[in-house]
């Protein structure tokens, strides 16, 4: 019965992981300000720029500057 309730549990978790990564592409005025600026001059060197952003990963940056930056051709 405890592997049951353990399963149940992992199914619990992930559905929470999923709803904190949404949330997390919500950045704040300060996050954005910071990301135009460290973009103006290192450019797409999203590493550098999400090691100025505690709790941030490249492909966060990324996929958020992607979002809503992006021209499209």
Same mark, same amino acid.
């Given at each position: 019965?405890?592997?049951?309730?353990?399963?149940?549990?992992?199914?619990?978790?992930? @559905?929470?992981?999923?709803? @904190?990564?949404?949330?997390?592409?919500?950045?704040? !005025?300060?996050?954005?300000?910071?990301?135009?600026?460290?973009?103006?001059?290192?450019?797409?060197?999203?590493?550098?720029?999400?090691?100025?952003?505690?709790?941030?990963?490249?492909?966060?940056?990324?996929?958020?500057?992607?979002?809503?930056?992006?021209?499209? !051709?």
């Amino acid at each position: 019965m405890a592997d049951l309730d353990h399963s149940s549990e992992d199914t619990s978790v992930d @559905s929470r992981e999923e709803n @904190s990564q949404d949330s997390k592409l919500e950045f704040s !005025e300060d996050e954005e300000t910071l990301i135009i600026r460290m973009y103006n001059l290192v450019g797409e060197r999203w590493s550098l720029i999400a090691g100025r952003i505690p709790g941030r990963t490249a492909e966060e940056i990324e996929k958020y500057w992607t979002s809503r930056y992006s021209t499209s !051709e």
